[in-house]
């Protein structure tokens, strides 16, 4: 899937996080904010790059402000982030993308 336009998904409460995707410049961009990135960062990381590659993106800027999200949670808010980027509303694949 390639990446239209910036897209946006979650928010900075409490227990969330708040994914922002940007066409990328060939490659997997990761940028992580989070109070906790000592104790989770790599676990963060991979929960993000492993929803990406079952998305099939590998071209894409994402940028991750974490406030105690569930990996649950950030798989929901990169699909979501994704999907907004190209425009696809209906008929979304929710769990089934991701495995």
């Known amino acids: 899937m390639e990446i239209k336009k910036p897209a946006m998904a979650g928010t ?7 994914v922002t995707v940007e066409p990328g410049d060939g490659s997997v961009e990761f940028n992580l904010e989070s109070a906790v990135i000592n104790q989770y960062g790599n676990q963060i990381r991979k929960i993000v790059m492993e929803t990406l590659k079952h998305l099939d993106v590998d071209n894409v800027r994402i940028s991750v402000v974490d406030k105690g999200a569930l990996d649950c949670t950030i798989k929901a808010r990169v699909e979501g982030a994704v999907f907004r980027s190209v425009d696809q509303y209906e008929k979304l694949p929710w769990g089934g993308a991701i495995r």
Do not use: A, I, P, V
């Open 12 to 18: 900075l409460e409490s227990s969330d996080c708040q």
